[in-house]
């Protein structure tokens, strides 16, 4: 099998080799729809950028269906924490050219009706996720371990096996523009 830094750069070619508008909405779709979701009082969301599946209609959303919404922010020695947002405007470019709160926002009440939307490159069927490398959500969730997480794929990116470590979190479901995915059930 190969390394990982090696399926990084390919399954990031082959990303934005899929990338469209119509993939995109199909999963932010089926995302919208899923029961998990839709019983959540908190949401702790990516801002996508680059070849990401696209989270801003997402967003959108869900802050008009009333869902309390978190971002993430990158801080010292790979530790991320998540602020609340009212607004999308909210938003400023951070260190890492993503679209991150600002640190004074307070910081959302994590409970059983928390869902975490995990960003990744590739994943397989039972929930094994092929990161960025940084190690920021696997640090978040080992920390939160009741928070329920879905990662948004394309479904070519859902693959039999990754190299995956002891520290590699799992998500308990994948959304991508064809399936739902139950990864831990």
Same mark, same amino acid.
Request: with cysteine.
């Given at each position: 099998?190969?390394?990982?830094?090696?399926?990084?750069?390919?399954?990031?070619? %082959?990303?934005?080799?899929?990338? +469209?508008?119509?993939?995109?909405?199909?999963? #932010? !779709?089926? *995302? =919208?729809? @899923?029961?998990?979701?839709?019983?959540?009082?908190?949401?702790? %969301?990516?801002?996508?950028?680059? +070849?990401?599946?696209?989270?801003?209609?997402? #967003? !959108?959303? *869900? =802050?008009? @269906?009333?869902?309390?919404?978190?971002?993430?922010?990158?801080?010292?020695?790979?530790?991320?924490?998540?602020?609340?947002?009212?607004?999308?405007?909210?938003?400023?470019?951070?260190?890492?050219?993503?679209?991150?709160?600002?640190?004074?926002?307070?910081?959302?009440?994590?409970?059983?009706?928390?869902?975490?939307?995990?960003?990744?490159?590739?994943?397989?069927?039972?929930?094994?996720?092929?990161?960025?490398?940084?190690?920021?959500?696997?640090?978040?969730?080992?920390?939160?371990?009741?928070?329920?997480?879905?990662?948004?794929?394309?479904?070519?990116?859902?693959?039999?096996?990754?190299?995956?470590?002891?520290?590699?979190?799992?998500?308990?479901?994948?959304?991508?523009?064809?399936?739902?995915?139950?990864?831990?059930?």
């Amino acid at each position: 099998m190969k390394d990982k830094k090696t399926l990084r750069k390919e399954f990031s070619a %082959l990303r934005k080799e899929l990338k +469209s508008q119509s993939l995109d909405a199909a999963i #932010a !779709e089926k *995302l =919208l729809s @899923a029961e998990r979701l839709r019983q959540a009082d908190t949401v702790l %969301l990516y801002a996508s950028f680059g +070849s990401e599946v696209d989270t801003w209609k997402t #967003a !959108e959303a *869900l =802050l008009f @269906a009333g869902k309390k919404l978190a971002f993430p922010k990158c801080g010292e020695n790979r530790h991320m924490t998540f602020h609340t947002v009212t607004s999308l405007s909210q938003l400023k470019e951070g260190k890492y050219g993503i679209s991150e709160p600002d640190s004074a926002l307070p910081q959302p009440i994590i409970n059983e009706y928390t869902v975490c939307i995990v960003p990744g490159l590739a994943f397989t069927p039972d929930g094994g996720r092929l990161g960025y490398g940084g190690g920021f959500y696997d640090r978040f969730l080992a920390d939160n371990p009741g928070i329920y997480t879905i990662a948004l794929a394309f479904d070519a990116m859902i693959v039999d096996e990754l190299p995956l470590s002891a520290h590699d979190l799992k998500v308990d479901s994948i959304v991508t523009e064809e399936r739902m995915v139950l990864c831990n059930e």
